[in-house]
């Protein structure tokens, strides 16, 4: 790396549980500039957002419900480790109970 | 009381009891005061406007408060003249209903919240938060599916209170096969579903095979 070299970075700056079992998740993409003493300085930083429950749950024609969890392997460490602490067993009881109310 | 009038050199601290400076005061130098500092009597007495000015370039304006016992930025006026106020601004009143605590811009492609792991040929969308509403612009085409899932696509952020059947906007624009229109699904929950124009049922991915979704919608979070 040279002063002035352009790099990008992704960090997963904003990791909110929202009514108990709601996972927001802010990506953040920056854009940094080398400077002459090797620090970096970010020139730009965008956001990209998603949000994750523990169950897509579906009721089917015969209103039987089906509660499916959701695939987490393909999120950031950081994202499974708050999912994992929010999402216990009470908490997903309780998330079935709410859609089945 | 030590007396302090024309100043115009350089010192470092006033570290004695009360200092009364009468005149102008320029401080060239680091300045520290070890008391409290008062500014009184009119700051514009002879037409000029109070400035406050850091000549140091690319160096901000930081004023902070104590708040549980630690000094934290209260606002901060950047070199290139934004100000950011990190806890927000009261606007109007002090109490939390004038509170505006959050603004963000930024994108969230919209993904098939059916269970049916649909994937959509064209998902796109950006969101602008302003407080705790949210602006959502995207566009989504449905694939070719006769899976018969109520039809839901993700949201930037959660659906908050009032919340269900609620239409904010965003239509099938008939290249489906069905007339939908997208409404908020339930408080707490990051999806909104689709309804059916004819007669308000939830509509299907099936109802809603190779539409192509126009979405414009404003909704309140939590």
Redesign the interface.
């Known amino acids: 790396m040279a002063n002035g070299d352009i790099t990008k970075a992704i960090e997963y700056d904003k990791i909110e549980v929202v009514n108990v079992w709601n996972i927001q998740v802010r990506q953040a993409t920056k854009i940094m500039e080398e400077q002459s003493d090797g620090s970096k300085k970010e020139l730009t930083r965008s956001f990209h957002r998603h949000a994750l429950a523990p169950f897509i749950s579906v009721k089917d024609s015969d209103d039987k419900w089906t509660h499916t969890a959701t695939d987490i392997s393909g999120e950031d460490s950081s994202v499974q480790a708050i999912a994992n602490a929010a999402w216990t067993d009470a908490v997903k009881t309780a998330y079935k109970a709410a859609q089945e109310a | 009381m030590p007396y302090v009038g024309n100043m115009n050199t350089t010192f470092t601290t006033l570290t004695s009891s009360d200092a009364n400076i009468t005149d102008d005061l320029t401080v060239t130098d680091d300045a520290s005061v070890g008391g409290d500092l008062t500014l009184t009597g009119d700051l514009s007495a002879n037409g000029a406007p109070f400035t406050i000015s850091n000549t140091s370039n690319n160096n901000n304006i930081d004023i902070k408060t104590t708040s549980s016992g630690s000094l934290v930025h209260a606002v901060k006026i950047h070199s290139g003249g934004t100000l950011e106020a990190k806890q927000g601004l009261l606007v109007g009143g002090d109490v939390t209903a004038n509170l505006l605590d959050d603004y963000?811009?930024?994108?969230?492609?919209p993904?098939d919240?059916?269970?049916a792991s649909l994937t959509f040929s064209t998902f796109t969308g950006a969101?602008t938060k302003i407080g705790n509403v949210v602006c959502f612009q995207a566009k989504v085409i449905y694939p070719s599916t006769s899976n018969?899932?109520?039809a839901r696509i993700?949201?930037?952020?959660?659906v908050g209170a009032p919340h269900a059947n609620y239409y904010p906007s965003g239509k099938n624009d008939a290249n489906g096969n069905t007339s939908a229109s997208l409404t908020l699904g339930?408080?707490?929950?990051?999806y909104a579903i689709f309804k059916n124009d004819s007669g308000g049922s939830t509509a299907t991915n099936a109802n809603l095979s190779g539409a192509n979704i126009n979405i414009a919608l404003t909704y309140k979070t939590?």
Do not use: D, K, M
Not at chain 2, 104 to 109: A, P, S, V
Not at chain 2, 154 to 158: A, D, E, G
Not at chain 2, 186 to 190: A, E, L, M, R
């Open positions: 963000e811009e930024g994108t969230h492609n993904t919240s059916s269970g969101y018969s899932s109520e993700s949201l930037p952020f959660v339930v408080t707490g929950q990051s939590t």
